[in-house]
Antibody, heavy 123, light 110 residues
Framework: QVQLVQSGAEVKEPGASVKVSCKTSGYTFTNSAVHWVRQAPGQRPEWMGWINNGNGDTNYSQKFQGRVRITRDTSASTAYMDLNSLRSEDTAVYFCARPTPEGSGWYDCYDYWGQGTLVTVSS | DTVMTQSPDSLAVSLGERATINCKSS?????????LAWYQQKPGQPPKLLIYWASTRESGVPDRFSGSGSGTDFTLTISSLQAEDVAVYYC?????????FGQGTRVEIK
């Protein structure tokens, strides 16, 4: 069965960086993509960006451009999200999500999600 | 960015009654299909996909959930509210980048 399993909670000081991993299983990693979505407490989900697991192409929300980097390790079927220059407003649960497959491609609504990783930014 | 606005922010419905949630996008999400999805989120869980292409039910989703609408105006209907439907519901557009979500509608039991 399809699973996305994320790394554990992190506590970081302002200005630091965080790296969250998302290990996938149950489907062909390189035939898909991984998107990253974050959700601050009591807020709507917020899309950050995505990576094409096949060719490594990425696309980021302009809001996070320059601060976020999404990578993948095809041998481990794992995607990663790096966010730097952390500030208190980055405190949120970070999710990885799989776009829904259709034919040989996909469309960007999300049928499987990771369990979420709480990142707390505090001095 | 395409802004997604839901109404109401919350609603309380009696068990077995109908719940209706609206979602309006700031620009059309129609291009042969409506690039609009609905999710259900319960506390401590990720969102769960209910509806995509505005009206296609995801596999395993009960048929009391239905979606309708086109262009900029969409509706999620729960035809007969069950206790397990208590949650926050979000719409999401996947027509343009960045992908964006509505602010959520909290559904409770009256």
């Amino acid at each position: 069965q399809v699973q996305l399993v994320q790394s554990g909670a992190e506590v970081k000081e302002p200005g630091a960086s965080v790296k969250v991993s998302c290990k996938t299983s149950g489907y062909t990693f390189t035939n898909s993509a991984v998107h990253w979505v974050r959700q601050a407490p009591g807020q709507r989900p917020e899309w950050m960006g995505w990576i094409n697991n096949g060719n490594g192409d990425t696309n980021y929300s302009q809001k996070f451009q320059g601060r976020v980097r999404i990578t993948r390790d095809t041998s481990a079927s794992t995607a990663y999200m790096d966010l730097n220059s952390l500030r208190s407003e980055d405190t949120a649960v970070y999710f990885c999500a799989r776009p829904t497959p259709e034919g040989s491609g996909w469309y960007d609504c999300y049928d499987y999600w990771g369990q979420g990783t709480l990142v707390t930014v505090s001095s | 960015d395409t802004v997604m606005t839901q109404s109401p922010d919350s609603l309380a419905v009696s068990l077995g009654e109908r719940a209706t949630i609206n979602c309006k996008s700031s620009q059309s999400v129609l291009y042969s299909k409506n690039y609009l999805a609905w999710y259900q989120q319960k506390p401590g869980q990720p969102p769960k996909l209910l509806i995509y292409w505005a009206s296609t039910r995801e596999s395993g989703v009960p048929d009391r959930f239905s979606g309708s609408g086109s262009g900029t105006d969409f509706t999620l209907t729960i035809s007969s509210l069950q206790a397990e439907d208590v949650a926050v519901y979000y719409c999401q557009q996947y027509y343009s980048v960045p992908r964006t979500f509505g602010q959520g509608t909290r559904v409770e039991i009256k």
